[in-house]
Structure formats: structure tokens, C-alpha cells
């Protein structure tokens, strides 16, 4: 679902996609929006499948983490029981791209003056401070 390119006045919405939303929570835990199929005219498209996302939030020391994931259902009921293994699922998937984002940074090697020169200083960025003129070698 990736935003269309180009003027606001080319963006239109896909009347062949739509859903309406609805969200249900327990005042607790999170919620769940269920997403129905919809025609042009708003009447339910039964040709497509419903669909499930669970939100939450979780804390962490940098304040509260924000995770949204799909849930395979075929309703409301069933969504409610598979959130806690979606949450899981999804909590993988994030700790597995924090990993990758770690590993990729760690293979950084910074060169302290070695990048562009003549783009003028920033007050504080000397050399191995990501300063201008630091070469960043991945």
C-alpha cells in the first residue's frame, strides 16, 4: 500500500480497493481493526476477504513502541484469539530487523577526514563524530 507519486491532484483513492474500518478494543491490551471489503457504492464486496490488524503499544526505555500486525482470521472472535500470537510473531519480526540494522551498522567503518572536503564545518563534529568530512565505508 504504497502512496501514489506525483501532484495531490493525481492522487486519487482506488475505488476498487475499498474497506471500511472499524476498530474494537478492550481498553486494556490494544484493539483490533477490522477491515470489510466495500464496493464503490459502500455496499460489502463479498468477492474479497476480510481483514485483521492488531495494534498495541510497548513499553520500552525509550518511551512507548508502537507495533501494528496483520492477524490471519475469518472474524472477530477468531482475531481476538490469535493476538497474542500475531503480537509474537510480529515482535520477532521487528527484533530480527533490529539485528539486521546492528549488524549492517557494525560494518560501518568511519575514516575520519577522509570524505569531502571544502563543505565548511559543523561547531562539534570533529573527526569520528560523523563530522563532513568523514568517509563512511559500509
Known amino acids: 500500500m504504497s502512496p501514489q507519486r506525483g501532484q495531490p491532484e493525481d492522487m486519487n483513492l482506488n475505488d476498487q480497493n475499498l474497506?471500511?474500518?472499524e476498530v474494537f478494543t478492550d481498553l486494556?491490551?490494544?484493539s483490533i481493526r477490522r477491515l470489510t471489503p466495500v464496493k464503490a457504492d459502500g455496499t460489502t464486496?463479498?468477492?474479497r476477504p476480510l481483514?485483521?490488524?492488531?495494534?498495541?503499544q510497548l513499553m520500552t526505555r525509550a518511551g512507548p513502541l508502537?507495533?501494528?500486525?496483520?492477524?490471519e482470521a475469518s472474524s472477530l472472535q477468531d482475531a481476538c484469539a490469535k493476538f497474542g500470537a500475531a503480537l509474537e510473531a510480529a515482535m520477532?519480526?521487528?527484533a530480527a530487523q533490529i539485528e539486521r540494522q546492528q549488524i549492517?551498522?557494525?560494518?560501518?567503518?568511519?575514516v575520519p577526514?577522509?570524505?569531502l572536503s571544502g563543505m565548511g564545518g559543523i561547531p562539534g563534529a570533529g573527526p569520528g563524530r560523523g563530522g563532513p568530512n568523514d568517509l563512511i565505508i559500509r
Open 113 to 115: 577526514g577522509a570524505g
Open 19 to 21: 474497506y471500511l474500518e
Open 28 to 30: 486494556e491490551v490494544g
Open 92 to 94: 520477532q519480526r521487528l
Open 66 to 71: 508502537p507495533i501494528e500486525m496483520p492477524i
Open 104 to 110: 549492517e551498522q557494525s560494518r560501518q567503518i568511519v
Open 51 to 56: 481483514r485483521f490488524l492488531g495494534q498495541t
Open 45 to 47: 464486496d463479498p468477492s
